[in-house]
């Protein structure tokens, strides 16, 4: 199982998979990016770590 953050106007969300989605076995090793964004680079690594704080991925041990 697969739950993206909510995007903000401080966080951007680009995925291959929707939020609640289920990871096929053979995935692509890029589920997704979470983007943070702020007026300095200070400003968005706290709106990514809050964005990271919040994704949860569930269910994968391995890709074999």
């Given at each position: 199982?697969?739950?993206?953050?909510?995007?903000?106007?401080?966080?951007?969300?680009?995925?291959?998979?929707?939020?609640?989605?289920v990871?096929?076995?053979?995935?692509d090793?890029?589920?997704?990016?979470?983007?943070?964004?702020?007026?300095?680079?200070?400003?968005?690594?706290?709106?990514?770590?809050?964005?990271?704080?919040?994704?949860?991925?569930?269910?994968?041990?391995?890709?074999?």
């Amino acid at each position: 199982r697969l739950d993206w953050p909510g995007a903000s106007q401080r966080l951007r969300v680009d995925a291959g998979f929707e939020t609640g989605g289920v990871v096929p076995k053979h995935y692509d090793s890029l589920l997704g990016k979470v983007i943070g964004i702020g007026v300095d680079r200070a400003s968005a690594l706290a709106a990514l770590g809050g964005g990271l704080g919040d994704l949860r991925v569930a269910g994968i041990a391995t890709n074999r």
